[in-house]
Structures are given as structure tokens and as C-alpha cells.
């Protein structure tokens, strides 16, 4: 019973938790911009299907996370990692196009997404 306390408290599990919180907040963000694209547009047209496709993507993200985080395996973590830094990529660019402080909240959750993947990817290495 102590010995199993000690593990679920251990340094191990600190950035499974963190990763986790990264996955909510990127999926927090898909399905508020989902939600957003029913607000925004009255129509639906080519500027409301792109806006919706957005939130596609980066539920998208958030799905390959999930994948890694359940399956730790190389392939997985290759493909998370490269979608995570696809979205770095677009959030950081999209941070000087939209200067608002949605999209800077977007990029800070991504760039701490990315992170802790990388740091998870450290840590399930360590397990196996």
C-alpha cells in the first residue's frame, strides 16, 4: 500500500499530469473555436468552412496527443511531435497576424504542449 502511494506520487507521474492538463487546454481551445465558428458566422461559407477547419486541426493535435500519451511508442511520438511543432509553427505566425490575446493564449498552450510531450517522451523512455 505505501509502495503504491510512492509510485502514484513519484517524479514519474508529475509530467503525465502536466501533459495531460496541455491536452485538456488544446482540446479546450478546439471545441471553444468550434463553438466560436457558430457565433462569427451566419452563413455558411468558404471564410466560416476555413474558420471551422481550424478548430478541426488543432482537435486533430489534440487527438495525436492523446494517442501518444496512451501509447508510448517511437512512431507515436514522431508523429505527435511533428504535428505539435506544425501548430508551433502556425500559432507563432498567427501571434503577429492576429494580434489578440486569444491567439497569444493558443500559442503559450501549444508551446507548453510541445514541451511537455518532449519531457514525456523523457519519461516513458526512463519507464521502458
Same mark, same amino acid.
Given at each position: 500500500?505505501?509502495?503504491? @502511494?510512492?509510485?502514484?506520487?513519484?517524479?514519474?507521474? @508529475?509530467? @503525465?499530469?502536466?501533459?495531460?492538463?496541455?491536452?485538456?487546454?488544446?482540446?479546450?481551445?478546439?471545441?471553444?473555436?468550434?463553438?466560436?465558428?457558430?457565433?462569427?458566422?451566419?452563413?455558411?461559407?468558404?471564410?466560416?468552412?476555413?474558420?471551422?477547419?481550424?478548430?478541426?486541426?488543432?482537435?486533430?493535435?489534440?487527438?495525436?496527443?492523446?494517442?501518444?500519451?496512451?501509447?508510448?511508442?517511437?512512431?507515436?511520438?514522431?508523429?505527435?511531435?511533428?504535428?505539435?511543432?506544425?501548430?508551433?509553427?502556425?500559432?507563432?505566425?498567427?501571434?503577429?497576424?492576429?494580434?489578440?490575446?486569444?491567439?497569444?493564449?493558443?500559442?503559450?498552450?501549444?508551446?507548453?504542449?510541445?514541451?511537455?510531450?518532449?519531457?514525456?517522451?523523457?519519461?516513458?523512455?526512463?519507464? @521502458?
Amino acid at each position: 500500500m505505501q509502495n503504491e @502511494k510512492h509510485i502514484l506520487n513519484s517524479a514519474i507521474n @508529475k509530467p @503525465k499530469t502536466f501533459y495531460t492538463i496541455g491536452i485538456g487546454l488544446t482540446l479546450l481551445f478546439g471545441l471553444g473555436h468550434i463553438a466560436y465558428a457558430f457565433v462569427e458566422y451566419e452563413m455558411l461559407d468558404e471564410q466560416a468552412l476555413w474558420f471551422f477547419s481550424g478548430a478541426l486541426a488543432v482537435l486533430f493535435n489534440a487527438g495525436l496527443n492523446l494517442l501518444y500519451f496512451y501509447e508510448c511508442s517511437r512512431l507515436n511520438f514522431m508523429v505527435a511531435m511533428s504535428a505539435n511543432f506544425a501548430l508551433l509553427v502556425f500559432s507563432l505566425l498567427l501571434v503577429f497576424v492576429i494580434q489578440e490575446t486569444q491567439t497569444f493564449g493558443f500559442a503559450v498552450v501549444v508551446i507548453y504542449t510541445t514541451v511537455l510531450c518532449y519531457i514525456h517522451n523523457r519519461y516513458a523512455v526512463l519507464i @521502458k
